[in-house]
């Protein structure tokens, strides 16, 4: 038999609405420059993403400017933030949305997930934070206080079950921004459970935290990176660097590296150049 997670909206709300972080993208309702903040907010820490979302959504504030933009351009602005992929299936989103949907995004889960690169989780924030819908958002904070108040390891099914079941109603946007603050300011991989409005009931807490702890493994907790020194991710970032400012000859970088972001389409070659995608 599986118990849900002992959480009291009410007593949340009541920690978490008058200290509620400051974010930008906190202050829009806007469907683009909401997927934007979420798609930058992946495996990126905030204060690296508010200046580049800043200047991202300054030269393409809707769907219909980005798709007007060359990738190479989409990209061009990502430098600094790693995992370009994103880039580009933000700079497909919006052209899909400019030919499918008069250039607005859809609100609905289902055409949401049909997007380039969106999955579960962006589609979900998107409608908590775009439309306010009641919607469980399950990001790596969220998961981390499900399973530990639960006790035990959750699976992505009942992860998510356990979200949505929480929701008051009519709070989707509120409810989830304020668990969000919970799992980042106090729920931490290290937790500051005497502050927690949760510890009484909090199963994890209240059984004298036994290991293992139970957000190690669970649904939607993400997993330390690997060191990004060394990686094939900083040499791929060199690359994507230095053909920002103009060509470059092809054998001035490792032919493997240079081999695996044509294939992901974030490189072009040209005769024995490489140039970002026109
Ligand atoms: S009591 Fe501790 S472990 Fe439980 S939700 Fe609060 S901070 Fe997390």
Request: proline residues 9%.
């Amino acid at each position: 038999m599986t118990r849900e997670p002992p959480i009291d909206p009410g007593q949340v709300l009541a920690w978490g609405v008058p200290r509620m972080r400051e974010f930008p993208w906190r202050r829009t309702r806007d469907p683009w420059k909401v997927l934007v903040s979420e798609v930058m907010l992946q495996q990126t820490r905030v204060d690296r993403v508010i200046p580049k979302w800043t200047a991202f959504l300054a030269a393409f504030p809707t769907p219909s400017a980005c798709a007007d933009a060359s990738l190479g351009d989409v990209l061009r602005l990502w430098q600094g933030l790693g995992y370009p992929r994103r880039a580009k299936n933000l700079h497909a989103t919006a052209v899909e949305v400019v030919s499918t949907n008069r250039g607005r995004l859809p609100d609905s889960l289902d055409a949401l997930l049909a997007l380039p690169g969106i999955g579960p989780y962006t589609a979900r924030a998107v409608l908590a934070f775009a439309f306010e819908r009641d919607v469980g958002v399950v990001d790596t904070n969220i998961a981390r206080i499900l399973a530990r108040t639960a006790g035990e390891r959750l699976t992505p099914r009942r992860a998510q079950a356990a979200a949505d079941e929480l929701v008051p109603v009519g709070e989707g946007w509120t409810w989830n921004q304020v668990l969000m603050d919970l799992g980042a300011v106090l729920c931490r991989p290290r937790p500051t459970c005497d502050e927690c409005p949760l510890s009484s009931t909090c199963a994890w807490a209240v059984a004298g935290h036994p290991g293992p702890d139970p957000a190690v493994g669970s649904a939607g907790v993400s997993v330390a990176q690997a060191p990004f020194e060394g990686s094939d991710r900083q040499r791929r970032g060199k690359v994507l660097a230095a053909l920002s400012g103009a060509p470059c000859a092809a054998d001035a970088f490792d032919a493997a590296i240079v081999d695996s972001l044509v294939r992901d389409g974030l490189i072009e070659r040209d005769g024995d150049q490489l140039l970002l995608p026109r």
